[in-house]
């Protein structure tokens, strides 16, 4: 399951940050290279984005969880597939809360990076999700997640894809 959370965010940002195999371009097509200094500062930004997208939803509920999404944003979930545009994220959402598949859902960030040119970046971490089970007690499921952030018009951040990949049964709260 790692491998494959590995090769989904390789395939997503191919180029990003990284360097192009073959012969080196010409000064006229180099696109300028962040400082180190930037580069933390947009990763910072981005974990602070993630962070703050997972306070929403626990101090507001699942409502809000698509407005953390681009316009054409998308979420790829297990046995589902992929949900693409705000609102349908919204309507998955609360039907998964509201349905009783899902009574919580948390996660936590534990690394960023981002692109040379500071427009796309992405988060990796672990999220649990709890649901109720024929008794009426909680179980849970977790895994590791990917997020592809993109810089909107306006500096700030907003999800492009969200990738989760279940890896147990009981996953510790993140």
């Avoid at 390789?10 to 371009?25: F, I, N, T």
């Avoid at 290279?33 to 626990?58: C, H, N, P, T």
């Avoid at 949900?83 to 039907?95: C, D, F, M, V």
Wanted: proline share 5%; net charge negative; charged share 20%.
């Amino acid at each position: 399951n790692k491998t494959l959370l590995a090769l989904a965010v390789v395939g997503a940002l191919a180029g990003c940050g990284g360097e192009e195999a073959g012969p080196p371009a010409s000064a006229a097509s180099v696109v300028p290279q962040a400082s180190i200094g930037q580069l933390e500062a947009w990763k910072f930004e981005i974990m602070k984005a993630d962070r703050a997208a997972d306070f929403a939803l626990q101090s507001s509920g699942p409502a809000v969880r698509s407005a953390a999404f681009s316009t054409e944003g998308s979420v790829i979930l297990p046995g589902v597939g992929e949900i693409k545009g705000q609102e349908a994220i919204q309507a998955s959402h609360l039907e998964a809360f509201f349905a009783g598949k899902a009574v919580g859902l948390t996660w936590a960030a534990e690394r960023a990076e981002v692109s040379n040119t500071g427009d796309l970046g992405y988060t990796v971490g672990r999220y649990r999700v709890s649901s109720l089970d024929s008794a009426g007690g909680r179980a849970y499921a977790g895994g590791t997640y990917v997020t592809i952030w993109r810089r909107q018009a306006d500096g700030g951040w907003k999800m492009e894809m969200n990738l989760g990949v279940p890896t147990d049964d009981s996953a510790p709260a993140p």
